[in-house]
């Protein structure tokens, strides 16, 4: 009778649902990654896999290096994703670098729609799982980049959660929630739109302001700066995140910085995400109706301003897909719902139902949404296909190998590609590098020195500006390479992608008095500066 009334109670809960909903999505996402041998990121997961493999190695869970000298990780050291790799060093700690990264990948991915369930539920909006499941299958951006082994993959779950707190006025969940956002993820801040968004529907609605989820998120926000172990240099390193990479971009800096904040085409956009834009161009339409008539929610017009600036995003640059969905997904759940319990849709339905065959038109949809879930689907399996026949781990670990056994302890290692970074730390901590996380923090270290690792990278050439450099000849321009690449960057070893006709390996190859070329194999050729 006891174990009768506690399964009837957790039934009653919806505890086993949840559960289901995690287990379900941890097992496809976890079943993807077991079809690749290493990480299915090709850069940063290296790099948060190996950070966390050396704290559990050394045992400190604190640990931070100057892997960078000409990086905030040396004149500033702070570790922007800190509880992220303290839960990833326990898991490689039982299960393995590669393993432990897997697993925990998946439990962040499944996270994701486990929370968008729970919330729908709470909602009691209909059919909730069938909303989960269209989240899943609609946009393949956003399934691909959730197989990544990052820490945004985490804060994908926790931004409708935060929404979630703010619309329930659950204050003391928002601000635990807070704390582990910050401690997680360096743009934490962001949340403050929620609250922003929150605040002016309350003005609209109400007149009235409620400052307690101001006050509760700036608070967990404050608790997190202050409970990370390096408090200082991680404000410094969130204010360089948000603030200055941001205005870079803005202001028209041109830095090759990632593809995932460069800007996109529309027709890209479309290409990956039609299913979900048409539920939310549709929703967008219904809300529009209700709001004329004031028939909207606190719930629904909150929704629809925080994931149309998502939307915006989105459009814009790949990254604002991964928080646009989740939010927008719950617009449009919201939205048919709110609908469908009005006695306007009873109306319509009756009227549909006597002019419109309902089973051709469900097959119609069905069948459109089938089509383009199998696209996105076909993505993923892509993106699987193609890094499994991808076998450049092997060459980096080859050549790193070399470069342990064949250079001094923390001597700095040049390369021409900032995103070798990852795969170069992951193989090798025992050499240091130039560039980290994104050639933009290397350009406001120093911007002589950027542009001097930018022109020989990319034109092999030396020059202390944006190229080009009339100052010099080109002869001048090729031959100061050497003085660039040892006097003011610090590096006796440059290693180059095995691609033969960039402007780098042409000079390297050209100028032997200048350098000699010591290992070579199918991926990077490894070139040392005589003296």
Request: charged residues 15%; proline residues 4%.
């Amino acid at each position: 009778m006891i174990i009768n009334y506690f399964f009837m109670k957790i039934m009653k809960k919806n505890y086993l649902k949840y559960l289901g909903v995690f287990f379900l999505f941890f097992a496809i996402f976890f079943g993807w990654h077991a079809m690749h041998t290493g990480l299915l990121g090709t850069d940063d997961p290296y790099y948060h896999a190996k950070h966390s493999y050396l704290m559990a190695a050394s045992g400190n869970f604190t640990l931070v290096e100057p892997w960078v000298p000409f990086h905030f990780l040396t004149t500033a050291p702070a570790d922007l994703w800190w509880l992220y790799h303290v839960i990833v060093a326990v898991f490689i700690k039982f299960c393995g670098i590669i393993w432990g990264a897997k697993i925990w990948s998946a439990v962040c991915a499944a996270s994701v729609f486990a929370v968008f369930y729970f919330i729908l539920k709470q909602l009691k909006v209909f059919y909730p799982f069938v909303w989960t499941w269209l989240l899943f299958i609609s946009s393949a951006t956003f399934t691909v980049r959730l197989l990544f082994e990052r820490p945004f993959v985490l804060s994908i779950a926790l931004i409708p959660l935060c929404f979630y707190f703010i619309y329930q006025r659950k204050y003391w969940l928002l601000f635990f929630t807070s704390i582990i956002y910050t401690l997680v993820y360096e743009l934490a801040p962001i949340i403050l739109l929620l609250v922003v968004v929150f605040l002016a529907v309350d003005w609209c609605l109400t007149k009235e302001i409620n400052l307690r989820p101001l006050i509760f998120f700036l608070g967990g926000l404050t608790v997190g700066i202050i409970i990370h172990p390096q408090a200082l240099h991680y404000m410094y390193a969130m204010y360089e995140v948000l603030w200055r990479t941001g205005w870079f971009v803005i202001s028209g800096v041109n830095l090759n910085t990632g593809a995932e904040i460069q800007l996109h085409s529309f027709r890209y956009f479309l290409e990956s995400n039609i299913i979900i834009f048409l539920f939310y161009i549709i929703s967008v339409a219904l809300f529009a109706e209700m709001f004329l008539i004031k028939k909207s929610s606190r719930l629904q017009f909150s929704l629809f301003l925080v994931s149309f600036i998502w939307f915006l995003v989105a459009i814009a640059i790949p990254r604002g897909t991964e928080y646009w969905l989740p939010l927008g997904c719950l617009f449009v759940a919201v939205t048919f719902y709110q609908v469908a319990c009005s006695s306007d849709w009873t109306i319509a339905r009756q009227f549909m139902q006597t002019r419109i065959k309902a089973s051709l038109v469900l097959f119609f949809i069905y069948g459109v949404i089938l089509v383009f879930a199998s696209y996105n689907m076909f993505a993923v399996f892509t993106v699987l296909r193609e890094r499994n026949q991808n076998d450049a781990d092997i060459y980096y670990q080859e050549a790193n190998d070399w470069l342990i056994k064949n250079t001094s302890q923390n001597s700095v290692v040049f390369y021409p590609v900032w995103s070798m970074w990852p795969q170069m730390f992951f193989y090798n901590s025992h050499n240091r590098y130039l560039t980290a996380f994104g050639p933009e923090f290397l350009y406001e270290y120093n911007h002589e020195i950027y542009y001097i690792w930018a022109n020989i990278s990319y034109h092999g050439v030396y020059c202390q500006h944006e190229w080009p450099c009339l100052e010099l000849s080109p002869r001048q321009e090729m031959e100061a390479v050497k003085l660039g690449l040892k006097n003011i960057l610090d590096s006796k070893i440059v290693v180059v992608p095995n691609i033969k006709n960039t402007s780098l390996y042409g000079i390297l190859d050209e100028f032997k008095e200048d350098y000699e070329k010591v290992y070579e194999n199918k991926e990077l050729v490894i070139f040392s500066i005589i003296p």
